[in-house]
């Protein structure tokens, strides 16, 4: 029966906590590179998604990644609103508490629309901007999460594919999501379309 090791659930809290730090890190990172009317509210792009992703992802997100496998493309709702994720391990960390695994995954979730932000950096509202995260964290990465490492037919029990450091499910998903934003927004020197969503800011 799977025993809680205390060594790996220290370390798997400190790497949670490190990638926590990340987020204000990038936060300052875009900062940096706007003007300076705009460096607040890119920088609240990056903390804000912390916060969102965070109820999000303890609501529904958690439990369509790493939930029971549907068909190998998206997780049950047996976790819905963190139900049964407690001090007992799980089938993905059988040496540390599921509740300490989840806070791990929640940063991987937070931090990857953080990444996206950079793409339309001064040129999306705030609000279109939280609306986005909102649907992209739930409908494009939390079943990406699921097809690599929850279960999933990306994974070791479908095509065999291995993620270990967020290469797939965090940056070449920000990546093509960024990619989709920029080709929506259109150029950067300001001849982007007006569209109610997401809704561009002209400066």
């Known amino acids: 029966m ?11 809290l400190a790497s949670a906590a490190l990638v ?3 987020i204000p890190g990038l936060a300052l990172f875009y900062g940096g590179l706007v003007r300076a009317k705009n460096v607040l509210g ?20 958690y439990t369509l ?8 493309v998206i997780g049950g709702l047996s976790f819905l609103g963190l139900r049964g994720v407690g001090s007992q391990p ?5 040496t540390a508490p599921a509740s300490a695994f989840m806070v791990f995954q929640l ?14 950096a001064e040129r999306m509202r705030f609000g279109g901007y939280v609306l986005f995260i909102s ?6 990465y939390a079943p990406l999460a699921h097809w690599v490492w929850g ?40 001849t982007a379309r007006e569209r109610s969503f997401p809704t561009t800011c002209r400066s």
């Not at 799977?2 to 798997?12: Q, V």
């Not at 799980?90 to 059988?94: D, E, H, K, L, T």
């Not at 940063?107 to 339309?120: D, R, S």
């Open 90 to 94: 799980s089938a993905f960390a059988q």
């Open 20 to 22: 926590m730090f990340m």
């Open 135 to 140: 649907l992209w964290s739930l409908l494009v």
């Open 151 to 190: 279960g999933g037919f990306l994974g070791p029990a479908g095509v065999g594919a291995l993620d270990f450091a967020g290469g797939t499910v965090v940056h070449v998903n920000a990546g093509a999501a960024a990619l989709a934003a920029v080709i929506d927004l259109g150029s950067v020197a300001g």
């Open 107 to 120: 940063m991987f979730a937070a931090i990857t629309p953080a990444l996206i932000a950079g793409a339309f």
């Open 2 to 12: 799977p025993r809680i090791d205390t060594g790996d659930t220290a370390w798997l």
């Open 65 to 72: 990644a790493f939930g029971p496998d549907a068909g190998h």
């Open 42 to 61: 890119t920088m609240m792009q990056s903390i804000v998604a912390l916060a969102v992703v965070s109820v999000l992802w303890a609501v529904a997100g």
